[in-house]
């Protein structure tokens, strides 16, 4: 079955980095664009980076661009987020996604939370 | 961006009755190849969310069947026909056709 696995979360100072990973099973990872989103605690829903199935690609939310990089390594199946200048406002859940404007199933991981101390 | 506006915000509603949440967007939604991709999703309490409905009125398989997407450019309403107690949670809009892609703020759904 597919199998979304986040990990890397953690805490981490104002202006610090963090990289996520997000390990993939159950299905040929290198075949499919991969997206994250985050949720700060007690709030919405906040799309935030996409990567192609052969990373050409990569498009970024706003808030993020220039900060965030996604990335991926399909011989590891293996999705990532590098995060760096980390502000008060990047705490959040986040999560990988794997989404496609069809009729093939979403999947969402179980996230990872990533605190930003001031 | 496209700013995705949802409303209302809050959506008390008794068992057993319809539901209704709109979901506008600031630019037309219509992309290139001619579909529109305008995405629903359920997040439960506690739950990663869960999509809904693609391309404003598909239904994702295993969606019950008193979930329903409508609408065109814009305009979008997710409908329940009888909401139940498991549908509890947050309604989420989310457009997919113009980078980035953008959610909507979402709609509380509670059983009055």
């Known amino acids: 079955q597919v199998q979304l696995v986040e990990s890397g979360g953690g805490v981490v100072q104002s202006g610090g980095s963090l990289r996520l990973s997000c390990a993939a099973s159950?299905?040929?990872?290198?075949?499919?664009?991969m997206h994250w989103v985050r949720q700060a605690p007690g709030k919405g829903l906040e799309w935030m980076a996409f990567?192609?199935?052969?990373?050409?690609?990569?498009y970024y939310a706003d808030s993020v661009r220039g900060r965030f990089t996604i990335s991926r390594d399909n011989s590891k199946n293996t999705l990532y987020l590098q995060m760096n200048s980390l502000r008060a406002e990047d705490t959040a859940m986040y999560y990988c996604v794997r989404l496609q404007q069809s009729t093939v199933a979403v999947y969402w991981g179980q996230g990872t939370l990533v605190t930003v101390s001031s | 961006d496209v700013v995705m506006t949802q409303s209302p915000l809050s959506l008390p509603v008794t068992l057993g009755q319809p539901a209704s949440i709109s979901c506008r967007s600031s630019q037309s939604l219509v992309y290139s190849d001619g579909n529109t991709y305008l995405n629903w999703f359920q997040q439960r309490p506690g739950q990663s969310p869960r999509r809904l409905i693609y391309?404003?009125?598909d239904r994702d398989s295993g969606v019950p069947d008193r979930f329903s997407g409508s609408g065109s450019g814009t305009d979008f309403t997710l409908k329940i026909s009888r909401v139940e107690a498991e549908d509890v949670g947050v309604y989420y809009c989310m457009q997919g056709s113009h980078w980035p892609y953008t959610f909507g703020q979402g709609t509380k759904l509670e059983i009055k």
């Open positions: 159950g299905f040929t990872f290198s075949s499919y664009g």
């Open positions: 990567i192609r199935y052969d990373g050409t690609n990569k």
């Open positions: 391309k404003v009125s």
